[in-house]
């Protein structure tokens, strides 16, 4: 546990000195967008037991929603935050209704069916400038008072946002309500004669990590400043699997260590391989799969002795 | 009538999923790339060595068929005992391997095939003019569709096929070797899809992301018909092929999510698919 306190604080305190250290602020805050995008979805798959093939739709949705309604429509960056994570529950929300129905793969494929009807949806909208997107995102200011515009700036305000829900997710997890999440997950029957209502469980739970995804939807579009189609593919969804995969899912920690290993990933073969990275990230995964289920953080945690 | 062409390839290509669903309970996510290798093995073969059309009809699962067994051999066998999800994380993992490397070494844009010059011209029905390619794509699928489930429901191989997807290990235990048995379902499914690539290049545009967007309509389509049944899959992608090719004419639109609205509606009303058993 002392081992683990140490680690946060390290953790903090790099994430505060970041900017300082001469690392590109934009990456960092793109990386910060993909940790929480993968927190939400491990919330989902972790605690949860729920295999999502379509988180996209929710990340997409809500960039679309915000980057829409700040470029059309001139609103504040709060409320278009706020506007983007409402639609997106409210996508996830009907999705969830219809996944829950099933489970194990059946429900991976029907989230998977379901949100590349919204990806058809965002390609011929009128409103999402289809092949191009929409381009041009302003960051606006906070509350009508602090500029984003500063990258530095920015970043506290993300690193702000992704610390709230990082607490947020250890909050959920440790209730009552995660503790009846672990009880479904573990044993469905069991909760069931138990007397618990596992259908609205399954769906509350679903909702939450549509909405986080959301979030950190909105949070991409206005830091990159651009909102494409490839928030909504499929493609989008595999990776985010990926990062909680390969960090480790069921843990705290896991899903941020994962994002930040494929973004960097990303970020830096893309250089040097161009288009194969895409290869690349594709053996990973099958790695992740055949020797390494655990995750990185989890295979860590494995090695240390139980008390 | 278009319409009945992507339904045929619908169903082939969820037939090919059923079964090797069936057997291993593996959910082949890459089954739209290998549909896309076999699109371009046909390609390639006619451009660097002068094979027709007819061969590659027959060489083109050949060699998809292959890979998928050396496929099956080296990586899939390991995640059977596991949650059926690690199936389809791995099977994605191959999907990406697999498109990434045919959009480095042909480019993304698409490239078509000729029509073979025996299929060239249409039919004057009276009533439409039908291209004969077109039909001949519908009367193939058909056959081989047909063919596949007689081969499973009539023959002793299906039989000893079947018999594995019941209970494998007793299977074994009567001398049966079914990890082969596996493998070659594994690469029959696959070839399947091979097979539907070739019949698809000379049709449609052949891009390396070509499997990709129909895997997941093909998914739709397995969720509506039920999994395990390969009648189902096979009416089912028919029909739904149908559907969505007269979605195009009354309101274009529509025609890209119309599928998955009907597999909304199938699981609201029938949970379990139209064929299927919980």
Redesign the interface.
């Known amino acids: 546990m002392r081992a683990v306190g140490i680690f946060y604080a390290l953790a903090c305190l790099f994430a505060l000195s970041a900017p300082f250290m001469g690392i590109y602020p934009i990456f960092l805050m793109k990386l910060l967008c993909f940790a929480m995008y993968a927190c939400a979805f491990n919330l989902l798959l972790g605690f949860g037991g729920m ?1 999502s ?1 379509g988180h996209a739709a929710f990340f997409g949705s809500a960039a679309y929603t915000t980057a829409w309604l700040v470029t059309s429509h001139g609103w504040g960056t709060v409320p278009a935050i706020a506007a983007g994570v409402g639609v997106s529950a409210i996508v996830g929300w009907v999705i969830g209704v ?1 996944a829950i ?2 489970h ?3 429900f ?3 989230t ?3 949100a ?2 919204v990806y ?2 965002c ?2 909208a009128p409103f999402t400038g289809g092949e191009n997107g929409l381009q041009d995102v302003p960051r606006g200011a906070v509350l009508g008072v602090l500029s984003l515009k500063s990258d530095r700036v920015m970043y506290y305000a993300v690193l702000a946002v992704f610390a709230a829900v990082f607490m947020l997710i250890r909050r959920i997890v440790h209730s009552p309500f995660g503790q009846v999440l672990k009880a479904i997950r573990e044993n469905e029957p069991r909760a069931i004669s138990l007397g618990y209502d596992i259908n609205r469980y399954k769906l509350l739970v679903f909702v939450l990590s549509a909405s986080i995804a959301g979030l950190a939807g909105s949070l991409k579009a206005l830091v990159l400043g651009f909102t494409t189609l490839s928030d909504v593919l ?2 989008n969804s ?1 990776e985010v ?1 990926l990062m909680t ?1 390969l960090g480790g899912s069921g843990t705290f920690f896991g899903p941020v260590v994962g994002a930040a290993l494929v973004v960097t990933l990303q970020e830096y073969l893309s250089d040097i391989v ?6 690349i ?6 790695a ?3 020797a390494f ?1 655990r995750g990185v953080v989890g295979e860590l945690a494995a090695l240390r002795p139980r008390p | 009538m278009l319409g009945l062409v992507n339904g045929a390839f619908y169903a082939m290509l969820s037939l090919g999923l059923a079964v090797i669903f069936g057997l291993m309970g593996v959910v082949n996510f890459a089954h739209g790339a290998f549909y896309a290798l076999g699109a371009f093995a046909a390609l390639v073969g006619l451009q660097w060595f002068g094979v027709n059309y007819w061969a590659a009809l027959v060489l083109a699962p050949l060699a998809v068929g292959l890979l998928g067994v050396i496929t099956e051999r080296l990586l899939l066998r390991h995640v059977y005992k596991l949650n059926p999800l690690y199936g389809l994380l791995l099977t994605f993992g191959l999907a990406q391997v697999v498109e990434g490397t045919l959009n480095e070494s042909f480019a993304s844009s698409g490239q078509s095939y000729p029509v073979p010059t025996a299929l060239q011209g249409a039919l004057n029905l009276g009533f439409m003019i039908l291209p004969i390619y077109r039909a001949w794509v519908i009367l193939a699928s058909l056959t081989i569709c047909l063919g596949t489930w007689f081969l499973i429901e009539r023959t002793r191989l299906g039989s000893t096929l079947r018999a594995a997807t019941e209970n494998a290990p007793l299977l074994q235990a009567f001398g049966v070797n079914v990890p082969l048995l596996m493998a070659l379902t594994y690469g029959g499914g696959v070839a399947l899809a091979a097979l539907a690539g070739v019949l698809a290049a000379p049709v449609i545009q052949v891009t390396p992301n070509m499997g990709s967007s129909l895997v997941t309509v093909v998914f739709a389509v397995v969720v509506i018909g039920g999994m395990g049944s390969i009648l189902g899959s096979v009416v089912s992608g028919l029909a739904l092929g149908v559907i969505e090719g007269l979605t195009k004419v009354v309101y274009p639109e529509a025609s890209n999510i119309v599928v998955f609205v009907i597999m909304a509606l199938v699981l609201m009303l029938r949970p379990a698919g139209l064929f299927g058993r919980e």
Do not use: S
């Not at chain 1, 161009?274 to 290869?279: H, K």
């Not at chain 1, 990230?281 to 099958?286: E, R």
């Open positions: 295999l093939f219809i129905r099933r194990g793969i059946y991976a494929m029907v998977l069916a379901l590349q009807l058809f949806v390609l011929e499929q493609a595999g699997i995969l161009g288009g194969w990275v895409t290869v990230i594709g053996i990973v995964f099958i992740c799969v055949l289920r």
